[in-house]
């Protein structure tokens, strides 16, 4: 911990105090942290179902496979909208 906790006693070490003690800067990395981690989370969730049916879809009518391809970018915007916002 950064010191002594004033909000309480110093000799009860909580989980309340140790929020209290941290830095505002930790916050904000655990902020960003977050955010990336969700977004390329979601993103590759997107990817991963996508191309399972992009792969069937394939299968069943080779011709327009250039054509979905469209909704791969589209999960893959969502990671970089992800990394701007964080």
């Excluded at 950064?2 to 009860?12: F, I, M, N, Q």
């Excluded at 989370?41 to 250039?66: C, E, Q, Y």
Aim: proline share 3%; charged share 10%; aromatic share 12%.
């Amino acid at each position: 911990m950064a010191g002594t906790c004033t909000w309480c006693d110093p000799t009860y070490q909580s989980w309340i105090c140790l929020l209290w003690e941290l830095s505002p800067f930790a916050w904000a990395y655990l902020g960003i942290a977050i955010a990336i981690g969700l977004s390329i989370l979601g993103a590759a969730w997107g990817i991963h179902l996508t191309g399972a049916s992009l792969l069937g879809a394939a299968v069943k009518s080779p011709r327009i496979r250039s054509k979905n391809l469209v909704s791969v970018i589209f999960c893959e915007a969502v990671a970089i909208y992800g990394v701007i916002m964080a």
